[in-house]
């Protein structure tokens, strides 16, 4: 009897695609229809349109606050040809928030759908609640959650400047590959101006239960750094991750032990 490939006991730990054996000179059958049914989530999640007016209803059910706003990309096609316009509020947008007679708060809260639809249908809800429950804990106060179909990591400076704000936060779908099409980032900025590098941010990403980080992990996360970068006025490289080990909550246990 032949030995075992061992790539084969490897795939245990890791969502790679490793392993995969062959047919002759070519991948066998299965996991040729699974490297095509992941690819084709990935386009799907890319190209899917979010529903904004819906997730703003869920909102309102909840009694969270929330603004709808909107960049000047006309389409998902226009989105990823023009990734300058995916960082800019459109003109209406800029001026609802000038118009805006709220208090400066800690932190402007920015959701998009980025570049995976599929990941903020899926997982943006439940993350959102477990933010806002980190950040409730801490006593920072948050803006009316702004919702920015089309958007990219940088439109949040722009609404955190808009704001007055002193932190700006934007969960984001991140690009999907072949292991994942719905996974959700998290972008911290201290002191949100437009211009700002992506080095001067802290990203949080894989926010995708079970497969990835859980939503009260990232939020527990999310919470300590935005606390450290308000004392230490900066992020990005700056701001290191010096959270102590076992600090971050698994699902279903109080963040209570991260402060």
């Known amino acids: 009897m032949a030995p075992r490939d061992p790539w084969f006991e490897l795939r245990r730990y890791t969502q790679a695609r490793i392993g995969q054996g ?12 699974e490297f095509q049914l992941a690819h084709a989530m990935a ?4 190209h899917q349109a979010w529903s904004v007016e819906h997730f703003a209803q869920v909102l309102a059910a909840k009694t969270w606050q929330s603004l709808a706003l909107a960049t000047p990309i006309l389409n998902r096609r226009h989105y990823l040809q023009r990734p300058d316009l995916g960082r800019i509020l ?11 007679e709220v208090p400066a708060p800690d932190v402007a809260l920015v959701v998009s759908n980025g570049l995976s639809s599929t990941a903020v249908e899926t997982h943006g809800l439940p993350l959102l609640a477990a933010v806002i429950e980190a950040y409730a804990e801490c006593a920072l106060s948050i803006s009316p959650i702004c919702l920015v179909a089309n958007a990219r990591v940088a439109v949040a400076d722009e609404i955190g400047a808009l704001l007055g704000a002193k932190a700006s936060v934007i969960i984001v779908g991140e690009r999907p590959g072949l292991s ?25 990403s894989n926010i995708r239960p079970p497969a990835g980080m859980s939503y009260t992990a ?17 992020s990005g490289v700056a701001l290191k991750d010096d959270m102590r080990e076992g600090a971050v909550p698994s699902d279903g246990e109080p963040m209570l032990n991260a402060r």
């Open 22 to 33: 062959r047919a002759g000179c070519a991948t066998p059958t299965q996991p040729q229809l």
């Open 180 to 204: 994942a099409a719905d996974s959700l980032g998290i972008y911290l900025t201290h002191a949100p101006q437009p211009g700002r590098t992506d080095a001067e941010r802290n990203c949080l």
């Open 90 to 100: 459109a003109p209406a947008s800029r001026d609802t928030l000038q118009a805006l």
């Open 218 to 234: 990232a939020a527990a996360k999310l919470a300590y750094l935005t606390r450290q970068a308000l004392q230490r006025q900066l």
């Open 43 to 46: 386009r799907d999640a890319v």
